[in-house]
């Protein structure tokens, strides 16, 4: 209806809890995207999402080759679990992803943070997991802006045409 | 097709403002879109808009990562350049279609 108001996005909070590619990839485009729009943007670690913010690991996850359906050989045949299995499989399978999105000109994950990071965005660990992993400060991508709670993240959430996504 | 009046000259844009003709484009008219978006032109505006007109003309696909290391500005410079949504601005400003790139 013509008459109806829009209300665009104003804000995005976005919270990462897997490690593999794909979930990180996920909540990394939608976050960059969103600044790219003028959107606000806040995205929170958690649990195994950590380790995209942390430095030792964040430029080398993985992608799980076993029990993925939807995961393809080259040519689109389909790819046997029990290969998915076998030792280096799964290195060699996902640094084939990591190499292909090279070529679209996806950057890795510490210069996607960085992007994000210039165009305004923040980025935070979640103090819990971070605990719970027994991991400190030092072991964090240096651009994170604090480790806080999820309740200081919902506080962000603080105006209308604001939303929170889950990956 | 539409077409809208820039420094006297009449330029074929779309539905959203974008040129749809590069080659109409000149330094007046961007000098006026940027107006349009707020942005006061200045020659730093223009190593960028050339690059993406450059990147654009070659059917290369137009990100901001290769806007950051095309040596005319950084990142975070180019959000100060085109504040708000600069790829989108940046690319009406240049005479460019509106870029169909995620990142």
Redesign the interface.
């Known amino acids: 209806m013509s008459d109806e108001q829009k209300l665009p996005l104003k804000k995005v909070l976005l919270i990462c809890a897997k490690g593999s590619i794909e979930d990180v990839y996920a909540s990394l485009v939608m976050a960059n995207g969103a600044v790219m729009e003028g959107i606000e943007t806040k995205v929170f670690f958690t649990f195994f999402g950590l380790d995209a913010i942390t430095k030792k690991r964040m430029n080398n996850l993985h992608t799980s080759t076993v029990g993925n359906p939807a995961m393809r050989m080259p040519g689109g045949v389909p790819f046997p679990t029990w290969l998915g299995g076998v030792p280096g499989i799964e290195s060699a399978v996902s640094a084939m992803m990591r190499k292909q999105m090279e070529e679209l000109d996806i950057p890795p994950v510490d210069e996607f943070l960085e992007m994000i990071e210039a165009g305004g965005g923040e980025i935070y660990a979640c103090k819990l997991a971070i605990d719970m992993f027994k991991m400190k400060k030092e072991d964090l991508y240096d651009g994170v802006k604090d480790i806080i709670t999820i309740g200081q993240f919902y506080e962000m959430a603080d105006g209308s045409q604001t939303q929170i996504i889950f990956t | 097709m539409a077409e809208k009046t820039y420094a006297g000259v009449a330029v074929s844009v779309d539905d959203e403002g974008y040129m749809t003709d590069p080659s109409q484009w000149t330094k007046e008219i961007a000098t006026e879109i940027a107006k349009e978006e707020g942005i006061d032109i200045t020659d730093k505006h223009f190593a960028v808009l050339d690059f993406i007109r450059e990147k654009v003309a070659s059917g290369a ?1 137009l ?4 806007i ?1 290391k095309s040596g005319t500005t ?3 410079g ?2 100060q350049l085109f ?6 601005k940046a690319t009406k400003i240049a005479g460019v279609a509106k870029p169909s790139s ?2």
């Open positions: 696909v990100t901001i990562r290769s950051g950084d990142i975070k180019f959000y504040p708000g949504a600069p790829l989108k995620c990142i």
